[in-house]
């Protein structure tokens, strides 16, 4: 049983950071790919950022420069620091494990708003 549960989201004024972390369970999680996506009311999901189980990393480049995706394999756990965030960062995110044929696992979501 694979589950995926992010978690770290919260309220962030303009210009703060935050960390948002994805547990996984129930895989092989080193030899994954990992993705953060986010989706805002009324908008299309994003890719936010990808790593591979190499490690090699893709950012959108609404995000380059600003956010970092890590992973660390002994705790089964990927990550995204989150810096200098913006009120367009306002969305849900989620934790995606890559599978063939449409059948990614994918966490609930969580939510980060960047207000003051």
């Known amino acids: 049983q694979v589950q995926l549960v992010e978690s770290g989201g919260g309220l962030v004024q303009p210009g703060g950071s935050l960390k948002l972390s994805c547990a996984a369970s129930?895989?092989?999680?080193?030899?994954?790919?990992m993705r953060w996506y986010r989706q805002a009311p009324g908008k299309q999901r994003e890719l936010v950022a990808t790593i591979s189980s190499g490690g090699s990393t893709n950012y959108a480049d609404s995000v380059k420069g600003r956010f970092t995706i890590s992973r660390d394999n002994a705790k089964n756990t990927a990550y995204l620091q989150m810096n200098s965030l913006k009120p367009e960062d306002t969305a849900v995110y989620y934790c995606?494990?890559?599978?063939?044929?449409?059948?990614?696992?994918w966490g609930q979501g969580t939510q980060v708003t960047v207000s003051s």
């Open positions: 995606n494990q890559m599978r063939p044929f449409n059948s990614d696992y």
């Open positions: 129930g895989s092989i999680f080193s030899i994954y790919a």
